[in-house]
Structure formats: structure tokens, C-alpha cells
């Protein structure tokens, strides 16, 4: 991916500036992590970190950018010519993607010099909200499909063709069997998959007429949309097409809904297919699923095979954001903190200790200073880059789809329901809660009736 | 921007294939429309044709591409070497930008060879649905500002970086007064803003260090972040810092207030202000705004002076999508449509035609058959794009911008409600419902219990 060192706030360059000419630039830490779960959201998945260290190496400003900030009118041109060798030559601690986490775990910490750590803050955000907040919206639909097989239909309405892309992975990432975007097949190796569209049947004179043409161009991967007009006598002209190709020797793979009362019309159209002989035949549906109505079509006893999730997992409609932020927490060894009403920090960098059970299981998790000993847990944030290069390797997508499940069968058993809401133990250690307390006191003498 | 041929649907491709194997390659007309307001809305303002137009003139598969596609194994090769060759040449209707529309009038038609027209399709309609979704929101947003100015802070919780580029020229469409896009101001030229961030201030040993180094560095422009730690106290500071530049016969710009109650915190912050002599000095709020809460914040007396709005309006939070669809509405001459429950469409190339009263109000909208006389009214689609060559001059976003503003103030009246829904008059044309009700007539005759 191409990454623009521009797409940043104005004020990570004004700070920048004036960071620059008060020669503030020591040695910083900055964590990002997510205050609080978007409704029925009992964990997180992380995702997004291929993208931003692809970001971090490549973090540079052109002489056009600088041309441009000098049009402003609002730098000096000693900082313009500093901007001009500015790159990422600290180290970043990250969760690999995949990694199960939880509110206010740092999903990732950059360590480097206030100025480049500052000037990163908008883009690190944006990769890892957009991919994170899918992954962890997808996991739920997988889950809810209980086996079935789920694929992402969304490129068409996510918030543009970049997301599309960064939306196919993160399914894929998090247990869809693939993607209808073919980019996303090129560059990831998503499986890529299809049907086909209503105006394919409204090309033609006639529905059966285009099941005929379609059958005939894909005989081993023909899967019949039949609700453009009437969804039952859809499928009664798919099983007239399945008789043709019967006697060809081929066989129909499935037809789809997209329309309609979905439990009542997959009823009906199991029964034609199965009293037509395609008991094999599959059906696909789609249409507005998301966790929520995949799981509502299955209580209800929908006879369907397998699902295509578009729009509103694309956008992760019921919560389309998080409340992720990025934060200073230590400069040039001190430790700092924001005390803003409700969005309080905690403060220096940490570690995250994951301790299991006798069986494996995950049963808590403690959140530390980064340097402290903590017995008995897996740390997790890992050593991503140092020194501004890569330090770890490029991980396969499905290395880290598999990292994904297999953590899944390790959390608490109760934490499956797609609608309570579970809290998952995270408990600070005894340093960081008593910095914590220091830092906090520190400010309240300082800040609070000083003026 | 770079667009990729392969940002597609599976299908598309797929359903080309099958259209050249069997020599389905007439003149096709699809209509890009949407079906239904999302809540609230009253009214669509039109955007994204600007980069439409650039992937239409780009769109091409690339040697890459098809060695993908060639990998797949679904596609013969005289497929892949025709898909090769393959350009938009066909034409484009489109509402220009900033034209206001509604529900179910094509924001464009794009007429073109079936294949050609069926393949661009995701594309076509992801970048209409982002773009026109934001600017349909952030207008609503300035309307509730009632003349304050409004600012872009959402890029780094918008879906993707694309997305937040995107976002910043729709909300600048629509009226804002600029983004902290540093890139949509070297891109589209949107007026950068920013003032300071909570780490600015925690980089220093004290708030007040923080507010007199930023002073510093930018006298002119310095709006002081007064939330780290307590927002009265930090204006208090804030007001000492003003009194040390009046001094220097320098004046203290504004302060921002990020979080807490921010309608008390307002009048606290104004008193504390006024009384320290700096009546002038603006108060910029942010913090989970858009149309609904500055509305709320207003009404209860707020004394902010300027609004920095971010993610609810970047991702169009109460609506994250919209209901939008790119339809065959014409295949060699023949009128098609699509039945489904609750999915009918309009068949056939359209026009939108605009009746205003003699005061110049808007009052209905025609909509007929492309080549339909209509007496009196405005057209509304114009030619964008002939045998795949721009035929209309790019437009500059100001004056984009403009167009905005001046439909806007011919809207009816009760239009402007942010919370009623008021439904504009769209009419069918004599000549459209009848072919409306022919081509339906014919499809049930053809389609229904025939097999």
C-alpha cells in the first residue's frame, strides 16, 4: 500500500514545530488502546499491524509535501528541512494480528523520539481502528454461523475501495472462507468467490434463459440467484437447469436468496430443490446478514447452507468506530498521564501477561509496567521493529488466521454469547497501579489550583 | 488517485465471462439511485463524481492483473486477452457535485457495452455511496451549527486512510470551514486546521510550560487545549498565558475544550475569559459532535464559538451506509427491471427534471424517460463522460461548494428540519409509469408460473 506522509493531522505538524524549535524531542513512548467494547463486544481482534509497519518503513515526506506545508505559511524553514530527513528510527511493540485482547490492553506501543512518535499518531490509528474494529465484528458472524461457511460480499458499501480491501483481509483474517473482492485475492490470497448479479438475469429475454448461459459457462460453480422475480419459481427453473445438466453429466452447485422472508423462502426452495432430486444442492443466502440476523435466521430454522455478509459487517454497522486513542504515556523517563474527565490513562509503557489455566485456557490477564516481572503469564506485545527495521517476520495471512482460532477455543467458555456482555479479567500489577497512583497525585499537586 | 480494475466484485467478472462466451455484449443503460432516506435525512447532496470520472478514464486490467486471473482457473483464455483490451467507451450521466437530490432520481446512468458497464460496478458504486453519504451528513451538521464554523477532525478514526481523504472534501462540499487533512489540503486545496493535542501538553513539566511554548512558536494562531487535566483551571492558565502576550502585544487566539459537560464547562470557561479581559478570545469545542449533539449543545445555551467535528460524521455513524444500487435499466433497446419484494426498480434512461416556483423555490422533481419532453423544468443529469472521454470541464470544489449552498437556499422551507421527515415531491412522468407498467406486465406474464 502507497502511504502518504501528509495524511495527518495539522496539529501532529504544528506540535511538531514547536516541539522542534523548544529542541523537545527526547525519547518517548506512545500506546494505543481501545477505552471501552462497542455494544456485545467481549473482546477484540487485532489486526492491521502488516499495513502499518509498511507505514513506519516507509514514512517520508517528499519535496511536493514540503512544498505544500512552506504554501501554508505557518512553518519555519528550519523545520521544513528537518521534516525533509524525518523517519521512523524508533521501535515498535505490538500484538501480532489475530492476538485476542481487551479494553485498555496496549495493542501497541511505538518508542521513539516525541517528534516522530507525535507526527505518526493519525495514520496508526486509522490502520489499526478500521482493521480491528472488522476483525472483531467478523469473528461474531462466524460464530454465529456455527459452522456454516461465511463470505464477505461488503466492497460494494464499505467507506471506500481501500476499506474494501482492508475489510476482505480482516474477514478472511478472522474465519470467512473468502471474499468476493478479486484485489483482495491478488494481493493476500483471500479465496475469492461470486455468484452472480440481478442484472445478469434481466439481460436476458428470459430468467431460465440465463441460468442456461450461466450453467453452460460455469458448469462446476453455477450458483443460481433466483429472486429476481419470484423466488420459488426461481427455483423451479434451477431445477429444470439442474435436470439439463444432470444429463450432461454436470451438477448444480447451489442457488441464492437475496430477498424476502429468508426462513420461509429457504423452506420452500429446499423443498422444490429436494423433491427435484438436487438434495445436495446448496443454498446460499443474502442480504442484510450481520451477527445479529444470521443467528435470528438459524433460531428460526432457516435451510441455509451458507452465508454472503455484506454491508453491515463492512461497516460494522451496530458500532462503527471505536473509542481507540493513542497516547503519550511516557517522555524522556517521565511518566504522564491524561486525567480528563472519563478518559483518564495509564501511564509508561507495559507488557500484557496472559495466564491459563490447567486445560489452557485463558483466565486473566495482567497488565504491567513493560520491564516488570510477572510470574506465570505469556507476554504478549511483541518486538515488531527496532531501530526503525523490521525486527520480526512478515507473518502469512493464514499463520495468523489459525493464531485467531486457535485462541478462540481458549477463551472462558462464557464469553460465546454473541449478546451478553462477559468481562474478561484484566488486572494491573502492583508497579503499575502504584505509578499510576504516583503520576496522578504528581498532577494533582501541579495542576489543580496552581494558577 | 490509483484505482485498481481488480477492485471488483468476483461476480462481475465471472458474469462477463459468460456474456462474452455467449456474445451478450449490447448497449446496456444502468441507473445509480437510492432506494431510502436514512433517518432524518430529507435530501442527498450528490459528490464523488470528480474521482468517478478518474477511474472511468483509468480503468484498464493490467498484465498483472490477468496472471491473476489466469491463476484462478475460472477464466478461458480468449477471456483474458479480450479482457485485456478492455476501456470504459461508453458515456456518463451524472448529477454534477453538489447537487441536491432524493430518493429513488439516478445520481448517474452510465450507458455503455453490457461488459464494460457490468464490470465497473463495485467502483461505481462505492465511491457515489462514501462521498455522497458524507456530504448528505456534514451538511446537516453546518445547518445545526447555524453559521458557526464547523471543522473536520475525523481522520483518524474514519474507515481507512482513503476514507478520511475523502470525508474531509465531502464535509468541505458541504460547508465546513476546513479539515485537519493536511493531504486534502495539498490535494483539493480545503483550508487546514488544528490547534493542539492532550500529549502536547503532558510533554511539558506543566500545562501552563506547554500553553507559553506553543504561544510561542505560533503567536498568531495558538488555541490553547485546556481539558488535560482540569478545563476552568486551564483556563485560568490559558488567561495568564493571553495577559504575558498582550505584553508582547501578541493576542491569545482561543481555547478548546474536549471533553466533560461541555455546555457548563462553556459558560464556566467564557466567565473566566471574559473576567481575565479577553472577551474575543473564541472557544472551540470538540468531542463527539455532530448534527444532533451541537443542535442539543446550542439550544441549551453553549458559548462555543466554533465546532471541531470528527468521527460520528466520519463514518456517518447513525448511518454508515447507503441504501444504493446500480441497476439494469436497458439491455439492446429493451427496458429490464428487477422485481424483487421491497427492491422494484425503475426501468429505462431517465431524467430528473426540477420545477422551482416563481420565487425560485424548488417545489417538485419530474422524473421521466431520458429523451422525454417535460414542460418547464430544469434537467438535472448532464453529460459527464461521451465514448469514454470527458465532455464536461472539471469543476473546481469551490465551486462545487457554491452549488451546494445556492440549491440549498431554494429547498422548501420546512425542509430544514434536522429531525422531521419531509418528504419532497418526485413525480413520474405519463411516459415513464407507462413503460413502467408494460415492462412489469410483461415480466410477470413471461416469468411468473411459467416453468
Known sequence: MHFEA?????????MAASYFEHGLNGQATFSLFIRAYPPHRNFFVAAGLADLVEY???????SSDLDYLHSTKLFKDDFLDYLRTVRFTGRLMALPEGTIFFA???????????????????VVINIINLQTMIATKAARVVQAAGGRRVVDFSLR?????????????SCYLAGYAGSSNVLAGKLYGVPVVGTMAHSYVAAYEREIEAYR?????????AVLLIDTYDTVEGAHKAVKVGREMKERGQRLRGVRLDSGDLVTLSHEVRRVLDEGGFQEALIFASGGFDEYKVSEVLKAGAAIDSFG????????????YLDISYKLVMIEGRPVMKLSKGKKTLVGPKQIHRLSDSGGRFHEDILSLREEDVAGGEPLLRRIMDQGLRAAPVEALTDIRDRFQAQLKRLPRNMNDLEASVRYPVRLSEGLSSLQERVEQRIEERELGES
Open 104 to 122: 485498555d490492553e496496549p495493542i501497541l506501543e511505538i518508542d521513539g523520539s516525541l517528534l516522530e512518535a507525535q507526527l505518526l499518531e493519525s
Open 213 to 221: 448461459a450461466f450453467v453452460q459457462s460455469f458448469p462446476a460453480n
Open 6 to 14: 501528509l495524511t495527518t493531522d495539522l496539529y501532529e505538524l504544528t
Open 309 to 320: 455478509v455484506g454491508t453491515k459487517v463492512g461497516v460494522s454497522a451496530d458500532a462503527p
Open 56 to 62: 513506519l518503513e516507509s514514512f517520508q515526506f517528499t
Open 157 to 169: 458499501r464499505t467507506q471506500g475501495i481501500e476499506a474494501g480491501l482492508k475489510v476482505a483481509r
